[in-house]
């Protein structure tokens, strides 16, 4: 015959690997497979689940009294070195010396030989399940063999029977079934996937025939809480499916089995990294704000320095206005000044010459020249004028010009040239 083995395992939603208080084992040597429950309210129920299980498959006592003991001597020798430790905490010490219990369901499941043919036994406690289904049955259905401690009619809830890790304070009786071997599917479940088996009855098979790894199982979970149609509870899953193959010997042809140290270790793994990734993200924006900090400083510093050079700027161009402001503005009307008079200067002549062109019609030759002798007197006056003002604008130097001499006029102007001239205007 040929076996092929599929376990899979995870905690109750928004808790860890390391909480859950599911366990299974299996022993290929001895051809052993066992599955427990670690009841939560108990004192550290996953280290008596984890040794209820290993034990039972690794074990060759046939005595059931004396695998209960040894089981019980593991676990006391591991919880007693956690409670020695310095970090122990007091409550965890108190229960210690109050000698309080774990406690946990358990599904064993074996296959031996007698005379030639396989049978397989199984015995259980609590409401961890074991269910056969055969190859001819398929589904879920009246065929389907279960068995566990819960009596009829199957109610879950938080008082199940149970392995106890001190003395003989078990609760309830174990159930024991053994028959021959044939081909089917062995399932071993903790109460949550149970319930959810019972109550799926006919579709339940065919949801866990599309079951290839440890992710499709957690995604499955996911997927039915959501729905509320699987308690919220630590899920644990072993499958053991044999097929005929006419052959006298058990072959293990296929192996997938998660092992849940692994799983805690993988996850913590996580954890810690993205722990570190975090850090370095507060860091980062630690020093981001930093920068920020010190931008922004830097760009209120900056309208400062401004305003001081603004003070600055406003003492001085003052102190410029008192002592250069007066002189400027007496030049600056000097220049306005000196611009008039000439631009007067300029017109008057410019019509002096209209009028004497348009007079030069009607004179005569002689009063023409002696016109011309006045107005050159004019001309010359006027310019030597303009540069004296000119030179007192400078300010570089004081120059008098000098004054030409006068021509003397005539003390009578020809009076037929004077008459001329005033008839004219």
Known sequence: MQISIKGYITSKESELFYDCADRYAYNKTQNKFAISDGVSKSFFPKIWADVLVNKWVNSKEPDESQFILNCQKDWLEQVTE????????????????????????FVGLRFY??????????????????FFVSKKAKTNSKECIALSSKKEPIIFDNFPDYLSSSGNNHKGEKQVKDKPLTSGTFYLMTDALAEWFLNEKDIAIGKISVWQDQKDFEHFVNEERYKDKLGNDDTAFLSIE??????????????DVSNINELVKFQQD???VAEKRKEKEL???????????????KAQ????????????????EKSKEFLFGEKENEQSSEKEESKLPLETEEIGTEVAKKNLEENKSS????????EKELFTQDEENNIAIVKSEDSQK?????????????KELPSKIPSKSAQSITNKF
Do not use: M
């Open 242 to 255: 044999i097929s005929d193959d006419e052959k006298d010997e058990l072959t293990y042809i296929l192996e």
């Open 363 to 370: 004179l005569k030759p002689e009063e023409i020249s002696e």
């Open 82 to 105: 956690i409670v020695n430790k310095p970090n122990a905490k007091w409550f965890t010490k108190n229960a210690f010396n109050r000698k309080e219990a774990g406690l946990a369901t």
């Open 301 to 316: 510093e900056i309208p400062k320095e401004t305003e001081i050079e603004k003070s600055k700027k406003g003492i001085f």
């Open 270 to 272: 996580e954890i810690e």
């Open 283 to 297: 860091i980062t924006q630690k020093e981001n704000s930093n920068l920020e900090t010190s931008v922004e400083q």
């Open 394 to 406: 400078n300010e570089t130097q004081e120059i008098e010009p000098k004054p030409k001499q006068e």
């Open 113 to 130: 030989k007698k005379s030639k043919e396989w049978y397989w036994k199984a015995d259980a406690l609590g409401d961890s399940f074991l």
